[in-house]
Structure formats: structure tokens, C-alpha cells
């Protein structure tokens, strides 16, 4: 009886982020954080 095995590695390099980039994150971040807050504003008035 004979195995055989055969491992592929995989390895993922990520690109230094870029100013813009960076800049797109925060935008984004803040508009969901914005989003959250009128939701969590609009469930105490209800309740």
C-alpha cells in the first residue's frame, strides 16, 4: 500500500496600504458610524 501526498502552499502578500486608500477607510468608517448612531437615535424613540 503506497501514499502519496502532495501539499501546495499558498502565501498572500498584502500591498502597503496607500494614502488614498487609507483616507477611503476613514471616510467609510465615520459614514457607518454616523449609520449607527441614527439607527440607535430612531430604537430610543420608539421605546
Known amino acids: 500500500m503506497t501514499i502519496h501526498l502532495f501539499f501546495v502552499t499558498i502565501t498572500i502578500e ?6 488614498r ?3 477611503q477607510e476613514r471616510l467609510r468608517r465615520a459614514a457607518e458610524e454616523e449609520l449607527l448612531d441614527r439607527k440607535c437615535s430612531v430604537h430610543h424613540r420608539l421605546f
Not at 498584502?14 to 494614502?19: E, G, I, S
Open 21 to 23: 486608500n487609507i483616507e
Open 14 to 19: 498584502r500591498k502597503a496600504p496607500r494614502r
